[in-house]
C-alpha cells in the first residue's frame, strides 16, 4: 500500500527543502519513491540539479521525481473530458475542440492535479509519494476535493437523476431541441457514470482520512507569523479530515524558545531540522524523524453517541473563528476559509442543539 506525504506551512518557510530531503529519506531506507512537485518554480530543479519534465525521471536508486504540468495533465485526460461531453451533446452536433484550445479555468489544476496524484498512487509502481505543492490553503483545496465532490454528489444527485433534459429542452428550445437531447441520451451511459463518480469519491475519501496512506508536516521557523499560519493550516487540516503528523522546524540558529513552540504544537512532536548548507544532505537526513512512524495524533471527528456529543477537534483556531449551521441530517462547521460538512449519525437525527462550546482545541456540541 502506497503513501503520500505533503507539507504546509508559510511560504518560504523550507517546504520544497523539506519534501527533496523527505525523499531522499526513504530512498535511503530502501523504499522506492516519487517526488511530485507541483509548483512552476524552478527551485527543485536548483536543489535537485536536474531539470524536471511533466514524466516521472529516474534521477537516483529507488527515486523518480515528475513535474506537474496543468496543460500536459489536461492533454492526458482530454479524451476522456471529451466522452463524458458524448453523454449530453447530440451526436448531430459535432463539436471539436482540442485541449490545446480549452482556457485553464481558476481550480482546473487542482483538479487535474489531484487525479495525477490519484493514478500514481493506485500505479503501485512506489511505496512513498512526496508531494511537494504550495503548501497553502490551495494544497488543502486540492486534498480537500474528495470532500467537496461528496457533498455536491449527496446534495445534488437525485435531482440530476430525476431531471428529464428533454422536457427542459423542450421548454428552452423547442420540440427540435428535445429531440435532440432525447436522442442522444443514453440513461444506462448516464448511470454507469454516475455509478463511477460515487466510486471515485468512496476510495479517495478512504485515502484522505487514513493517516497510513495520507499524512502531512507541518514547516514553520521560530518567527511569530510562520508559527500562527502553520497552526491555522493545522486546524484547516482537519476540516478535510487530512491528518498531521509531526512539526519540521527549519532553521539554521538556536531556538530560545523551544517549550513555547511544543506547547503551541502539542501534543505534535516539534523536530529540528538545520538549514541546507552546500547541497549537503545528510544533516537533514540525520534530523527528520522516523518517517515510517505514523505517531499517535487526535481524530479531526469524534462521536459520543452516550453523552450526545460531536467533538471536533479545531488547532489554531478560536471561538470568535468557528461558526455552527445545522441543517436537516448535517452539522456544518465553518473554520477559517474551510467548511466542514458532517453526517450525523441516526442517533442524532432530528435531535436539537443544546449547546456548544469551544475548549481549545476542541469544538463540542451537545444534543
Not at 18 to 36: D, E
Not at 172 to 186: R, T
Not at 248 to 273: C, G, M, R, T, W
Not at 325 to 332: A, C, D, M, V, Y
Request: net charge negative; hydrophobic share 45%; charged share 20%.
Amino acid at each position: 500500500m502506497s503513501r503520500i506525504i505533503t507539507f504546509l506551512g508559510k511560504a518560504c518557510t523550507g517546504q520544497t527543502t523539506l519534501a527533496v530531503a523527505t525523499a531522499k529519506w526513504f530512498a535511503k531506507n530502501s523504499q522506492r519513491v516519487l517526488l511530485v512537485t507541483h509548483n512552476p518554480s524552478p527551485y527543485a530543479e536548483v536543489l535537485l540539479e536536474t531539470s524536471l519534465k511533466p514524466v516521472p525521471l529516474h534521477i537516483a536508486p529507488l527515486l523518480d521525481v515528475v513535474q506537474l504540468q496543468t496543460t500536459v495533465l489536461l492533454e492526458q485526460v482530454w479524451d476522456e473530458v471529451k466522452k463524458w461531453l458524448a453523454l449530453y451533446i447530440p451526436d448531430s452536433i459535432k463539436v471539436d475542440v482540442y485541449s490545446g484550445e480549452v482556457v485553464i479555468l481558476p481550480g482546473f489544476d487542482s483538479l487535474l492535479g489531484f487525479n495525477a496524484l490519484r493514478q500514481y498512487y493506485q500505479s503501485d509502481d512506489y511505496d512513498v509519494i512526496i508531494y511537494d505543492g504550495r503548501g497553502d490553503l490551495e494544497s488543502l483545496r486540492l486534498f480537500g476535493l474528495p470532500e467537496s465532490v461528496d457533498w455536491y454528489f449527496r446534495r445534488f444527485r437525485e435531482v440530476f437523476e430525476s431531471l428529464d433534459l428533454s422536457k427542459i429542452a423542450d421548454s428552452i428550445g423547442g420540440p427540435i431541441a428535445s429531440a435532440f437531447v432525447a436522442a442522444n441520451m443514453d440513461s444506462r451511459k448516464v448511470q454507469e457514470a454516475i455509478g463511477q463518480i460515487q466510486s471515485w469519491i468512496g476510495k479517495s475519501l478512504a485515502v484522505v482520512g487514513d493517516a497510513k496512506r495520507l499524512t502531512a508536516y507541518l514547516v514553520t521557523t521560530d518567527e511569530v507569523g510562520a508559527i500562527a499560519e502553520a497552526r491555522w493550516l493545522w486546524g484547516s487540516a482537519q476540516q478535510i479530515d487530512l491528518r498531521v503528523s509531526g512539526v519540521l522546524l527549519y532553521q539554521s540558529h538556536a531556538v530560545e524558545n523551544k517549550a513555547l513552540l511544543d506547547e503551541a504544537f502539542s501534543p505534535l512532536e516539534v523536530n529540528l531540522i538545520p538549514r541546507l548548507q552546500k547541497f549537503n544532505w545528510e544533516p537533514l537526513l540525520q534530523a527528520l524523524p522516523d518517517l515510517n512512524n505514523i505517531p499517535h495524533i487526535p481524530q479531526p471527528l469524534t462521536f459520543d453517541l452516550q453523552q450526545r456529543q460531536v467533538k471536533v477537534f479545531l488547532p489554531g483556531f478560536t471561538k470568535q473563528q468557528v461558526k455552527l449551521t445545522i441543517l436537516g441530517t448535517e452539522l456544518t462547521v465553518e473554520a477559517g476559509e474551510q467548511r466542514r460538512n458532517i453526517v450525523l449519525p441516526k442517533e442524532l437525527h432530528g435531535q436539537p442543539v443544546v449547546g456548544g462550546k469551544f475548549e481549545e482545541p476542541y469544538l463540542i456540541i451537545s444534543f
